[in-house]
């Protein structure tokens, strides 16, 4: 079958996908068909920083404890094909063996993880949308005989880009993105070698709202989520000149509210490196304003105009602000309009910004729903 009439097979699932973890159940599904695989990590990533976020799908790939080894070698050791890079190859995908010369071991993540699993080959793919990246997918074969071809690679690449389109919009934050109700900032501290070893109240209480998912055991008396163990296992990579990003990602809790998870390693007596603090808080204002905008496609020109709508300022008042002509304001306004699907600026300010600010949220947690779920349309599109 031509490679068109897989991904169109594979794509007609991923679009009555309803959010971003059953997008992941039915293209994994869809794509076993055409290219047979015996395990699976798909992960959504945060879009500014590539750091793994919720929802993360792992199909028959051992425990949480397993994920959190894969990704600390991912970000800490030296590694062939990491996402960092395949995220800016011309083709967003890659195979282990085949980067490797059919020599997998010279990879560390294979040397102290993949062989031990049984895995012969994986086949790694970014979910980008321009540089920005929405989800990491890895395939796994056991089986030495069937390493990934070409031909599989063209199709995970194929997938790309429609792929990260149906994320950027489950992505949109709903109208219940607001604050947490939580007092003040979490804080979650862990010692040198990564192990986690004190937590505030308003942590736990961060914590208890995040989905459900991988998670390693810790002496802390709770399980911690992957996304969280990865953010801070970002900031020792940063501390020990490995990656020049922050450590830093957006995870939306149970009830759609969106919080900010940021970490960086201390310096401890001597100048030897210190412990890891990492805080949890509700996204600020101006992490929403990003996240909608690479939610809803918009440049930066156009998400600060968008911006400037919302304080009332007129056409000319903007055109003033920012030293372009009204028309080319308007011109702007129209490609907003168009990708937020409104027809007044008053839909617009509700649409991008009066929705995802609401009161807090009530102390008891609320039952859990999908993850990444899409924000329902209000009002008429354009």
């Known amino acids: 079958m031509p490679v068109a009439r897989r991904l169109a097979e594979?794509?007609?699932?991923?679009?009555?996908?309803?959010?971003?973890?059953?997008?992941?159940?039915?293209?994994?599904?869809?794509?076993?068909?055409?290219?047979?695989?015996?395990?699976?990590?798909?992960?959504?990533?945060?879009?500014?920083t590539g750091l793994i976020t919720a929802p993360m799908l792992v199909e028959d790939l051992g425990s949480g404890e397993g994920c959190a080894a894969y990704w600390e070698s991912e970000l800490l050791e030296e590694n062939v094909i990491p996402f960092r890079d395949i995220a800016r190859a011309a083709v967003p995908v890659a195979g282990l063996r085949a980067a490797t010369g059919d020599l997998p071991a010279r990879s560390a993540r294979f040397r102290r993880l993949l062989a031990d699993l049984g895995v012969a080959d994986e086949l790694r793919a970014v979910l980008r949308i321009g540089d920005r990246p929405w989800a990491v997918v890895s395939l796994f074969r056991m089986s030495r005989d069937a390493p990934f071809g070409p031909a599989e690679t063209a199709l995970l690449a194929g997938l790309s880009?429609?792929?990260?389109?149906?994320?950027?919009?489950?992505?949109?934050?709903?109208?219940?993105?607001?604050?947490?109700?939580?007092?003040a900032p979490g804080l979650v501290l862990f010692d040198p070698s990564g192990e986690p070893t004190s937590l505030n109240e308003e942590a736990r209480q961060y914590l208890s709202r995040l989905p459900g998912g991988p998670s390693i055991s810790s002496p802390l008396g709770l399980r911690l989520p992957i996304w969280v163990v990865a953010t801070a296992l970002q900031a020792r990579a940063v501390a020990r000149g490995r990656?020049?990003?922050?450590?830093?990602?957006?995870?939306?809790?149970?009830?759609?509210r969106w919080l900010t998870c940021h970490?960086?390693?201390?310096?401890?007596?001597?100048?030897?490196?210190?412990?890891?603090?990492?805080?949890?808080?509700?996204?600020?204002?101006?992490?929403?304003?990003?996240?909608?905008?690479?939610?809803?496609?918009?440049?930066?020109?156009?998400?600060?105009?968008?911006?400037?709508?919302?304080?009332?300022?007129?056409?000319?008042?903007?055109?003033?602000?920012?030293?372009?002509?009204?028309?080319?304001?308007?011109?702007?306004?129209k490609a907003v309009f168009g990708k937020a699907?409104?027809?007044?600026?008053?839909?617009?300010?509700?649409?991008?910004?009066?929705?995802?600010?609401?009161?807090?949220?009530?102390?008891?947690?609320?039952?859990p729903v999908s993850w990444w779920r899409s924000a329902k349309a209000s009002g008429s599109p354009s």
């Open 341 to 367: 699907e409104v027809s007044s600026r008053g839909e617009l300010v509700a649409r991008l910004f009066s929705e995802h600010h609401s009161p807090a949220a009530p102390t008891t947690p609320p039952a």
């Open 161 to 183: 880009g429609p792929l990260a389109a149906r994320l950027r919009r489950f992505a949109r934050p709903s109208a219940s993105g607001g604050g947490t109700g939580a007092p």
């Open 10 to 48: 594979v794509l007609s699932g991923a679009e009555r996908a309803a959010d971003a973890l059953d997008l992941f159940t039915r293209t994994s599904a869809g794509l076993r068909r055409f290219m047979p695989f015996d395990s699976a990590v798909w992960a959504a990533t945060d879009p500014e």
């Open 243 to 256: 990656d020049r990003g922050g450590a830093r990602v957006r995870i939306r809790t149970v009830d759609g």
């Open 263 to 333: 970490a960086s390693c201390l310096s401890g007596p001597a100048g030897r490196p210190g412990p890891v603090a990492l805080v949890i808080e509700p996204a600020a204002a101006a992490d929403l304003a990003v996240l909608i905008a690479e939610a809803y496609g918009l440049t930066p020109r156009e998400l600060e105009i968008a911006q400037l709508v919302t304080r009332g300022l007129s056409t000319a008042e903007i055109a003033a602000t920012l030293f372009i002509s009204p028309h080319t304001v308007r011109d702007h306004l």
